[in-house]
């Protein structure tokens, strides 16, 4: 197995995927089949977090061609897996779309959305905290040095297997009626 | 567009006076197509302003995105409120495990098969 040793200390294999696609959803359901093949045939996580990691990145994806990136311009999606120990991913906009956020702002919002107590309402909005948030480990906002955001999210292996469920029993719904 | 089917099928007389369908969801519901897609749904509910009750076979649906989701939402809370019912019948694992994520699940029932849950629409129904 090719592994890297250094002081004693085995770091694990990696593999690196990076996908530059342009700002359009249409490209999506081929981004989301390669997820789901990618980490169902080369990773150990199982199939329900290949189904989920799918979900995790058509949201970030959303997130970015809604937020970041113009009609024309580009999303970049970088997978990094290390063997038996965690699949990280990670979604660049050009900070180009009109409705452009910084991270401050996009760090915020997830918190406050986060919050226990808050309530969702309207059709919107969900994605962010209840999809990606519930289903990483580690989540990062940044900003891009020539401008946009870089969102990373990070699922070890160990806590994919521990707690598999990830159903959030502080969930709240409001209805708009 | 991703593509996706709804058609909607009348049950007819499963509850007397009441109208009772089947919105039969195949295919991908993603950002390319859920705005105008659902539209179908929500035009059933114009259509019946009163007393809808909605049966959601998700047995074609391979996957939802979180907007589709707030679609859902919103119809559930429309129809309950103008005294109509809502269930989930046949959803793939990962549609379940989506829903359960966000919580829709404790808001709506979600059934194994489409019997059940025509069963949990005619009792609910009959008792109340």
Do not use: H
């Not at chain 1, 981004?31 to 169902?40: E, S």
């Not at chain 1, 909005?125 to 580690?138: A, F, T």
């Amino acid at each position: 197995m090719p592994t890297t040793e250094t002081n004693n200390i085995t770091e694990p294999e990696k593999t690196r995927i990076t996908i530059t696609l342009p700002t359009n959803a249409y490209f999506m359901s081929g981004i989301r089949d390669f997820t789901l093949n990618m980490v169902k045939n080369t990773t150990s996580f199982e199939e329900k977090w290949a189904f989920r990691f799918q979900s995790v990145i058509d949201e970030l994806c959303n997130n970015a061609i809604e937020y970041g990136s113009a009609p024309g311009s580009d999303i970049r999606i970088t997978f990094l897996y290390a063997k038996d120990d965690y699949l990280e991913i990670s979604i660049e906009d050009t900070g180009t779309g009109k409705n452009k956020i910084n991270a401050a702002q996009l760090q915020k919002l997830f918190d406050d959305r986060k919050a226990p107590g808050y309530v969702f309402t309207g059709i919107r909005g969900r994605g962010l905290v209840k999809i990606v948030g519930e289903w990483s480990d580690e989540l990062k906002f940044e900003d891009r040095t020539g401008g946009g955001l870089k969102i990373t999210v990070k699922k070890f292996l160990k806590n994919a297997r521990q707690n598999s469920t990830g159903i959030n029993k502080e969930n709240q719904i409001l209805l708009n009626v | 567009m991703t593509e996706v089917n709804i058609t909607i099928e009348d049950l007819a007389n499963l509850v007397q006076g009441q109208a009772t369908k089947v919105v039969k969801i195949a295919g991908q519901l993603d950002e390319s197509n859920v705005d105008e897609k659902i539209q179908q749904v929500y035009k059933v509910v114009e259509e019946n302003p009163k007393n809808l009750n909605l049966i959601f076979d998700l047995e074609g649906l391979e996957y939802m995105n979180s907007k589709s989701i707030g679609y859902l939402t919103d119809l559930y809370g429309k129809i309950t409120e103008a005294g109509g019912k809502v269930v989930i019948a046949k959803a793939r694992p990962n549609i379940l495990d989506i829903l359960q994520v966000v919580g829709l699940t404790q808001l709506i029932q979600a059934f194994d098969n489409l019997e059940a849950a025509k069963s949990a629409v005619a009792t609910t129904k009959a008792s109340a």
